[in-house]
């Protein structure tokens, strides 16, 4: 009787043990399974690495952009004048035309009249750009006096000219070589939105406030 008492006693202290030892082991292979996880990348949860690509792609999608927006070019139309002829070009953005009362060349010339963003332009002290900048240019640039005087018309919008006395707006011309935009005699319109010169000089012009 002993004896079965101590055979029985035995096998429940196995049991016990066994019991104890099986949760051990299986959280021992469960840290070895992060510890795996963490030493190989590609062993880790595939969500993960998605949540990754997600937060990488807008910032690649922005600078990729403003890339774009730098390489832009200006918008550009162009029309060839013909000697003794009127006409008229008005710009991409429909806000700015040049026009030409009697061209005094004796061939056809190609007129054309570009559209630049003013935040490509330096900022020049005591000069407040409304608008865009308008190009001017005959023959590509060949010209820079221009054979005859043309008339170059630009509308400004009400929030561009809000707070600013519309009588004293001004056409400039950008002299590169001074980075300085000079004024030149202009006609305001401050009921329509609009100025108007008489330009003699292919360049770069746009309404300012002096």
Do not use: C
């Not at 070019?73 to 710009?91: D, H, I, M, N, R």
């Not at 007129?111 to 900048?133: D, E, H, K, M």
Request: proline share 6%.
């Amino acid at each position: 009787m002993f004896t079965l008492r101590a055979v029985l006693l035995v096998v429940v202290m196995l049991v016990f043990f066994l019991a104890q030892a099986l949760p051990a082991a299986s959280d021992g292979s469960g840290a070895a399974g992060s510890a795996i996880e963490a030493a190989d990348p590609s062993r880790r949860p595939e969500t993960e690495v998605l949540r990754r690509k997600k937060h990488r792609h807008p910032n690649q999608n922005v600078a990729k952009e403003e890339e774009e927006e730098e390489a832009e070019e200006p918008e550009e139309v162009s029309l060839l004048v013909v000697a003794g002829q009127e006409a008229v070009l008005t710009s991409a953005d429909g806000r700015a035309a040049v026009s030409v009362r009697r061209f005094r060349m004796p061939r056809i010339a190609q007129l054309s009249l570009r559209v630049w963003n003013q935040s490509v332009f330096r900022p020049t002290p005591g000069v407040n750009l409304i608008g865009a900048v308008y190009q001017v240019e005959l023959d590509e640039g060949v010209t820079v006096d221009l054979p005859t005087a043309l008339n170059l018309g630009i509308h400004y919008t009400d929030r561009e000219a809000r707070g600013l006395d519309r009588q004293r707006l001004v056409i400039g011309l950008l002299d590169r070589g001074l980075d300085f935009w000079a004024p030149i005699p202009t006609a305001t319109d401050p009921a329509n939105n609009y100025v108007s010169a008489t330009i003699t000089r292919a360049g770069l012009y746009a309404v300012y406030r002096p």
